[in-house]
């Protein structure tokens, strides 16, 4: 009757030769592609990679990593012509320095920018990379770029390390919650609601206040800061992978797994689990980013989070870098001084608070472009 | 179903969650060791340090060994430290139900700050400055919901063109600028702006123009005469009502509460900033899921103009998803108000608990204080955004 | 072919002229004398698609949905438009009146002339398609601007001239505004002027009212007839000058008749006020007219536009102009308080006039459902309610997707019944779309039979039914199950549905066709006339010969 043999749909997708064709690869090139398209999401991947490299080069890089080592300023003489941008200036250990506010940083690597207008240091010494403690009257100066390039440790690990065990704790209950049902699911909705009222950074606050008495070394410290996130934000991906699991719990597969015989522990681990946890990464990336943020605010409220001042931390840094009394001082400073040329450096605040912002500002980009990516509605 | 049952059900469901953030918080205290807490409520002690037993040469002269210590056995009965633990929960829960959270104590960062709160009930404290948060809080959700919704909106309509990708920037930058850094640098800004590089105040003589912007109340130098109104108490609370700006309103001080409107004009801004990041994203999904719904379909098939499909149709529907992330965020908002109060210097509720976590001892009474103040408020703005919500959708009032 | 007559047949069976069918299937362009819409109004085709094109560009590849679809519809004519799911049917509907979602379909190509107005003018400048290498996807450049102004310039045929009724009646109204509110809005929309001036035209204080208010009143409290009671009652609106006075006076009546027949004089003498119109109100209601009228302006202007094919830009600025100045010209409507007291009559009026709709479309209890939430209404009584909204503007063209589809039967065929006493009072053609033929039995006057984007048979109804051409059309009337014998075994096409991404080549049917011959792979058959206006795309019929 048909004279053809070709089938009606004929589908042509290119196909690799030699690659087997899995549902998995294939969703994975689907989702690079979405990816690929938002310029957003792409810069976000690189800003990333370029931590990640960070991250790596702070192992290596010369300087102590639990204490800023302060050094000793000396003052300086007439503000140079170009206020914004001073000179660059750099010279050998065991040279005499080229201008009279050149520094050394106590690396022995060159000064990146060299000041250019000379405050007393009761005020702001307007160091290369400098920043003041809270006290304006026996200031501490230390070299915030070493800061913040052995701070990527701290600050990374701390990230990774919270999101990793709010995200494992939180899975955890998520599933149970969503796949028991019943009386487990209510008490896990009921935790997760009291722990979700409580302002986040209030009950880190009041967690770090009541241990940190008991706690004084600095890893003891870390694993309480992490542990006191960990506790805020578990709440959050518990609630994602129990509505995922409840949709995912109703679907034909899982049916079918339980008609041929499996039992509970496998059809969790092999067809839920798998299957639930993609919106938890896209919580988790965007969680990354905010971690360096909240302690820098914990830090500024007055908490010292860490055991001493110049630690190197991004939050630390940037946190002391804006404390009030500095800006206080520095206006004082400059009502009174005769000269009038207040030029308010604004490099003390404007690196570290850089970091933090691209620091954060990628992994949304990148969160977010992976959310789009993995939406199925906005996949046309 | 009636409106009125609606809002009863809802704060019925609500007393669980209260008594599970009290136990969180009684979990918490009891974690303290004794000495904390005996410090936190009695003030450091030069003579006796608060352990179980001290030699017996600090009290009597002479005796050796040691002696149980008069001051730890007073302080543990009197806060009931021997007792078995749930009653000692039931305790604390019926304690917080009424009101009584603790008192100051006389010798912490609070009291370093606030002198004339040494000793106060905590409530009471709590309650001078409470009012100042909350008109804080007021003008920063006009301004987020002014802000939020017009660029949500505008976003949606026009996906993925330049403003779409504008208004996703911004909402980014407002994500990842941490407040205290945007506030502190704005508050420079503007105080070199008015100020000049000399700083000196525009506004009032003999201040620098950092004065004009920092802090709730104006230095004693800007009133005529150097003189604090009258109805401006010792502790700078005003009366009747407590709030700033309404109590200079009854007064007839229209200098005071536009001064004071003035002052939390940029820190309301900077919260909204944060806010709006989080919120414009909402917006703007929620915006396109109701633009491809089937009544705006109709609604252009009409022949309505594209604009009024979009405000009238589509927008009141996105306006329910819209209050509802409000409700859901607003444990976040509240938590930046510390941060935005201790830069902007704003006597509220959140600059307690920065003074109270600033210098040990920490003040537990005041922070366990104000944590569950806040809390209350977040439980209160979720029942408010659900009657909200009952309000606006019909089907939620009449299904 | 430039000879050949404009002018079509009155009824649909008459013989086309042979120049008619070769200019269906000619390239399309608009001859000289179509330009002219009084050319067209003579003539007898209301709507006249050619060579339609959708494409939808998705991540795997352009679906070709609509591949060239060419059809008229005649004056007071029910074409249905028939076809399984999937062929194209709703997307021809949305193309009509330019609802195609733009990423990710768009209407590519063609013409849709409506009343000499082609609504596809300026189409091919809109968007620019850029294929992508080494993939089957395709990049579609929008050009935003020239969008919106395509889309604001349907606002002229859009409810106007060409309404439409959509497939899931429950989903089809805004659920936070009741009935009256989203009627009022299109009668406000499109009738607004006629509406306004009623209601300034209105005399409650004329003579002839207060006498015929009491023989209305004698009638409830004589317990009469419902009849009579809407005599009497359409007697008081015609005392007062305004319709829908009569609907009020009527509804208040037949409430008073079941509770307190003793208040109704008093009830309809109170009702009276809301006629009396205070000078705010008057002048609110001016400002709304102007309102309308501009809107109504703007309407000419851009079927002005539609039909010479070039841009009035100035004259659409200076209503626009017009537009603004108004809206900013009386501050005062904008607080709240105000403009609800000027507001109220207008208000009021439109719930009326909607309960007096909602009358003609045979609901019981108009003002009760006048006042409903969407949500409360079953599926049947929103059909209708969106029936009443389409046709409250009086449209030249009604377009019907699937209306009965989520009904059940029995609703189903109280709408159906519905809408062919509407056709006859109203006469408005429809466009009705379904995949049921056994409607399209009851209600048609014509057939149109699509398969995957391509119309393959247009016929008068019985001739369609009588003599199926096609083998689509055959294999379709034959897999109907007959009641009569009910041992025979179902038939069914072989084959299923092509992928519209990768369509067969030549005829769309010729893989499931029992009698594909070598040419239709090859090539598409054009539409060629049988004889008694029966048209049919297939090779069968005529040769590749008779293609020029």
């Known amino acids: ?380 | ?399 | 072919m430039a000879a050949a007559a404009v002018r079509e047949p009155a009824a649909p069976g008459e013989t086309l002229p042979e120049e008619s069918v070769a200019a269906a299937t000619a390239p399309p362009e608009i001859r000289p004398e179509e330009r002219d819409e009084s050319a067209l109004t003579h003539g007898d085709v209301i709507l006249d698609i050619r060579e339609l094109k959708t494409y939808f560009y998705t991540y795997d590849g352009v679906v070709l949905a609509l591949d060239g679809v060419s059809f008229k519809l005649r004056r007071k004519e029910t074409l249905g438009l028939a076809g399984e799911t999937g062929c194209g049917k709703s997307v021809t509907a949305f193309s009509v009146l330019r609802l195609i979602p733009d990423p990710p379909g768009r209407i590519v190509s063609g013409k849709i002339l409506f009343r000499g107005a082609d609504l596809l003018w300026g189409l091919d400048k809109e968007a620019r398609m850029k294929p992508i290498k080494r993939s089957v996807r395709v990049k579609v450049i929008h050009k935003f601007r020239r969008i919106k102004a395509a889309s604001a310039r349907m606002m002229a045929v859009r409810g106007h001239g060409i309404s439409m009724i959509f497939q899931e009646p429950s989903q089809a109204m805004n659920p936070i505004f009741p009935v009256y509110d989203q009627i009022g809005e299109t009668l406000l929309l499109h009738r607004g002027q006629t509406i306004i001036d009623q209601l300034l035209n209105a005399t409650p204080d004329a003579p002839e009212v207060q006498p015929a208010i009491e023989r209305l009143a004698e009638a409830v409290r004589a317990r009469e007839s419902t009849d009579r009671l809407k005599a009497l009652a359409t007697v008081v609106g015609e005392a007062a000058h305004l319709p829908s006075f009569g609907t009020q006076a009527f509804y208040s009546a037949r409430n008073a008749l079941s509770t307190s027949p003793d208040a109704v004089t008093a009830d309809l003498r109170s009702s009276l006020r809301r006629l009396r119109l205070s000078g705010l109100q008057r002048s609110y209601l001016k400002n709304r007219r102007r309102q309308t009228e501009i809107i109504d302006d703007l309407r000419e202007i851009y079927m002005r536009e539609m039909r010479e094919g070039q841009h009035h830009r100035l004259l659409e600025a200076r209503a626009r102009r017009r537009q603004f100045t108004l809206r900013w010209s009386h501050p005062q409507f904008g607080v709240p308080y105000v403009h609800r007291r000027a507001d109220k009559p207008l208000k009021d009026e439109l719930f009326w006039q909607t309960v007096a709709l909602l009358e003609g479309v045979q609901i019981a209890n108009p003002v009760q459902v006048a006042r409903c939430y969407p949500f409360e209404l079953s599926g049947g009584m929103i059909q209708r309610v969106m029936i009443a909204m389409a046709l409250s503007s009086e449209p030249a063209v009604l377009i019907a997707d699937e209306p009965t589809t989520a009904l059940d039967v029995t609703i189903q065929a109280q709408i159906l019944d519905l809408m062919r006493e509407l056709k006859h009072r109203v006469g408005t053609s429809t466009l009705l779309i379904t995949h049921d033929l056994a409607v399209l039995a009851e209600v048609a006057d014509r057939i149109c039979i699509m398969y995957a984007g391509n119309i393959v048979e247009n016929a008068p109804v019985k001739s369609l039914f009588a003599n199926p051409l096609h083998p689509y059309t055959r294999g379709l009337l034959a897999s109907i199950p007959r009641v009569d014998q009910p041992d025979k075994r179902l038939e069914s096409i072989p084959g299923s549905v092509p992928n519209l991404i990768k369509p067969p080549s030549g005829c769309r049917f010729h893989p499931r066709c029992p009698y594909a011959m070598p040419v239709c792979k090859e090539s598409r058959p054009p539409m060629t006339d049988e004889g008694n206006g029966h048209q049919v795309a297939c090779f069968l019929y005529h040769g590749p010969s008779v293609i020029e």
């Open chain 1, 1 to 380: 009757m048909v004279e053809e043999e070709l089938p009606a749909q004929a589908i042509e997708k290119p196909v690799r030769r030699g690659r087997r064709p899995s549902p998995r690869w294939d969703q994975f090139r689907r989702t690079w592609y979405f990816f690929r398209r938002n310029t957003l999401a792409m810069i976000g991947l690189g800003i990333l990679i370029f931590f990640v490299a960070l991250f790596i080069t702070s192992f290596i890089y010369p300087a102590n990593s639990t204490e800023l080592i302060p050094y000793e300023a000396t003052n300086g003489a007439a503000p140079s012509p170009n206020p914004i941008f001073p000179q660059v200036c750099t010279y050998q250990p065991g040279e005499v320095p080229p201008a009279p506010n050149c520094y050394l940083t106590p690396t022995g690597l060159p000064s990146v920018i060299a000041p250019t207008v000379a405050l007393s240091p009761a005020t702001l010494g307007p160091l290369p990379f400098g920043s003041l403690t809270l006290n304006p009257t026996e200031p501490i100066f230390y070299n915030t770029f070493d800061g913040l390039i052995k701070g990527a440790q701290w600050s990374i690990t701390i990230s990774v390390g919270v999101v990793v065990s709010g995200a494992i704790l939180g899975i955890f209950l998520g599933v149970v919650a969503g796949f028991y049902g019943g009386a487990v699911d209510e008490v896990i909705m009921r935790l997760t609601d009291i722990f979700l009222s409580i302002p986040g950074l209030l009950l880190v606050i009041i967690v770090l206040a009541v241990f940190a008495g008991s706690i004084t070394s600095t890893w003891d410290r870390v694993f309480l800061v992490i542990g006191a996130f960990v506790v805020v934000w578990w709440p959050t991906y518990a609630r994602i992978v129990r509505s995922q699991v409840l949709v995912v719990r109703e679907q034909r597969y899982v049916e079918a797994a339980k008609a041929s015989g499996a039992r509970g522990g496998r059809i969790l681990r092999k067809h839920i689990m798998p299957n639930s946890i993609y919106p938890v990464f896209v919580q988790m990336s965007l969680d990354v980013g905010t971690v360096p943020l909240l302690i820098a605010a914990i830090v500024f409220i007055g908490f010292h989070v860490f055991p001493i001042l110049n630690f190197p931390e991004w939050g630390t840094i940037t946190a002391f870098s804006v404390q009030g009394a500095v800006l206080y001082s520095f206006i004082e400073a400059c009502q009174s001084s005769i000269t009038n040329t207040c030029i308010f450096p604004w490099w003390q605040f404007f690196f570290p608070g850089l970091t933090l912002f691209l620091f954060a500002i990628s992994v949304s980009f990148f969160a977010d472009g992976l959310r789009d990516a993995l939406d199925p509605r906005l996949r046309r």
């Open chain 2, 1 to 399: 179903m009636r409106l009125w049952v609606y809002v009863v059900r809802r704060v019925l469901l609500v007393i669980p969650v209260v008594i599970g953030v009290m136990t969180i918080t009684f979990a918490l205290v009891s974690s303290l060791p004794v000495s904390e807490r005996l410090i936190s409520y009695y003030g450091p002690n030069p003579k006796l340090p608060y352990t179980p037993t001290v030699p017996c040469n600090k009290l009597y002269p002479g005796e050796p060994g040691n002696c149980t210590n008069p001051i730890y056995t007073k302080g543990v009965d009197a806060l009931g430290l021997n007792k078995p633990i749930p009653e000692q929960w039931a305790i604390y829960i019926g304690n917080s139900l009424t009101g009584n959270w603790g008192y100051v104590g006389n010798k912490t960062g609070v009291t370093g700050q606030v002198p004339i709160a040494s000793g106060q009930p905590v409530v009471k404290v709590l309650g001078w400055f409470l009012p100042y948060t909350l008109e804080l809080a007021a003008l920063s959700l006009l301004l987020i919901l002014i802000i939020a919704i017009p660029i949500g909106n505008l976003s949606a309509v026009n996906r993925n063109r330049p403003i779409d990708q504008a208004a996703r920037v911004l909402s980014f930058s407002g994500f990842a600028l941490p407040a205290f850094l945007l506030g502190s640098v704005l508050l420079m800004g503007f105080v070199l702006l008015i100020g000049g590089s000399n700083g000196h105040s525009p506004f009032c003589t003999g201040q620098t123009s950092y004065t004009d912007l920092y802090g709730s109340w104006p230095p004693v130098q800007c009133f005529p005469g150097g003189v604090y109104p009258s109805w401006l108490n010792q502790g700078q609370i005003s009366s009747p009502t407590g709030f700033p700006t309404i109590d200079a309103a009854i007064h007839g001080n229209w200098w005071f509460a536009l001064d004071t409107v003035i002052r939390m004009l940029l820190p309301a801004f900077v919260i909204a900033y944060g806010t709006v990041a989080l919120l414009l994203r909402f917006v703007r999904n929620s915006m396109l899921e109701v633009l491809n719904l089937d009544f705006v379909r109709t609604a252009r098939a009409k022949g309505l103009p594209e604009k009024s499909v979009v405000k009238k149709h589509a927008g009141r529907n996105s306006l329910n998803v819209t209050i509802t992330v409000l409700g859901l965020t607003f444990a976040g908002f509240i938590a930046g108000f510390p941060i935005i109060e201790e830069v902007f210097g704003l006597y509220g509720v959140g600059r307690m608990i920065a003074f109270s976590v600033t210098l040990t001892p920490y003040d537990f009474g005041m922070i366990f204080g104000s944590t569950i103040l806040f809390t209350l408020l977040v439980v209160a703005a979720n029942i408010i955004v659900d009657v909200l919500y009952a309000f606006l959708d019909p089907r939620v009032r009449l299904g």
